[in-house]
């Protein structure tokens, strides 16, 4: 039983067999055949089946599994849009707004010294574990549209925002009269370029229209955890990555395109 569809499968088979064109791999030099490349890449992404039973049942070496998946990853997050090519498609598309929101995906340990002492790179302080913090912009119905590169787990949301090139500044110049990007508190520090609710201050109460407003953008803003969770739900591998930590961008980004694939949807 195929993990997905088997359209999904054959178009990243295609995509692999145009890479191997692309590279001048001679015929006959490879174990699997694009086709079946994409199906272990399938399993492992979607049901998280271990590298050891996937080269087992392959009858490949435990290193040739893991440089097939180093390679699918590869090719399929090199499928994934701008920021602005999404940000465009979503204005064609007649939304009124997008929203950005951090999500934290799992990584097994990883001792590598941070700015802080004592704590590990990519620990979160937040989650109380290690993991890499993806950035996901998602449609008004919660469906995600672009992801961002990963950054250490122990960076907080506004932090990783600023990292990524030219992402608020794509978001600010989507930004209109008739637009625009509803965030958390997490985006408090970006308040001038995102639509973040109004922070209660400890014994200061809000007025109406402050709490009216959050209301509102909270109502509106809470199907944006849809998108992270689709994501993390749909492709087991996202529940907790073994792969080196700084692999989670290329990971959500090819779990992006299968699922766009999947659903015939992008935007």
């Known amino acids: 039983m195929l993990p997905v569809s088997r359209a999904t499968v054959t178009y990243v088979a295609e995509l692999l067999h145009r890479d191997q064109q692309m590279r001048g791999t001679r015929r006959g030099r490879r174990r699997l055949r694009p086709f079946d ?3 272990l890449f399938c399993r492992w992404l979607v049901d998280a089946i271990r590298m050891r039973q996937l080269a087992v049942d392959n009858v490949i070496g435990l290193k040739t599994a ?6 699918t990853l590869d090719v ?9 090519g999404a940000l465009l498609a979503a204005r064609t598309a007649g939304h009124s707004h997008v929203m950005i929101d951090g999500t934290l995906i799992a990584t097994d340990r990883v ?25 996901v912009v998602t449609a008004p119905d919660g469906w995600p549209i672009w992801v961002s590169p990963v950054r250490p787990g ?11 090139p030219g992402l608020l500044d794509s978001l600010t110049a989507w930004r209109d009269e008739e637009h625009a990007v509803l965030a958390d508190l997490g985006y408090e520090g970006e308040r001038g370029r995102l639509t973040c609710p109004t922070k209660h201050v400890k014994g ?5 229209d402050q709490a009216c407003f959050n209301a509102l953008h909270s109502a509106t803003r809470a199907v944006a955890e849809r998108g992270n969770s689709l994501l993390k739900n749909t492709f087991k591998a996202l529940k907790h990555v073994t792969l080196c930590p ?3 961008g290329a990971i959500v980004a090819a779990a992006l395109i299968v699922l766009h694939r999947e659903h015939d949807r992008t935007t």
Request: charged share 20%.
């Open 76 to 84: 399929l997050a090199g499928q994934v849009p701008s920021l602005v």
């Open 111 to 135: 001792s590598v010294k941070g700015p802080t002492a004592g704590v590990d790179l990519w620990w979160s302080g937040k989650h109380h574990h290690h993991g890499g913090n993806i950035q």
């Open 204 to 208: 200061q109460n809000l007025t109406e």
């Open 37 to 39: 490349q994409a199906v």
């Open 154 to 164: 122990r960076e907080h949301d506004t932090t990783c925002a600023r990292a990524h």
């Open 66 to 71: 893991y440089r097939y998946i180093h390679e």
């Open 246 to 248: 700084w692999r989670i």
